[in-house]
């Protein structure tokens, strides 16, 4: 399977997603995915060291700046 397709099943779902450069991740709703693997998430948190910091609701992540897409357990 193509990670694109992969990515754009978990349309809908809660996912862990990490970006290069940074020491925080963003948990949140998967709301759409493009071709280019740019995400918006809804109800997004950024999350450090395991524990919540900030909500930031809806957020627009570049492809090019995730490393890692994870679905979370619901």
Do not use: W
């Not at 996912?15 to 918006?40: A, C, P, Q």
């Not at 450090?48 to 994870?70: A, C, T, W, Y």
């Amino acid at each position: 399977m193509f990670p694109n397709k992969r990515v754009q099943s978990l349309v809908g779902r809660m996912v862990h997603v990490e970006m290069k450069g940074e020491r925080s991740v963003l948990e949140g709703v998967l709301t759409s995915v493009d071709d280019y693997l740019n995400l918006h998430l809804s109800g997004a948190n950024e999350m450090e060291n395991g524990e919540r910091r900030r909500l930031l609701g809806s957020v627009v992540v570049r492809g090019n700046n995730v490393v890692l897409i994870h679905p979370m357990n619901e």
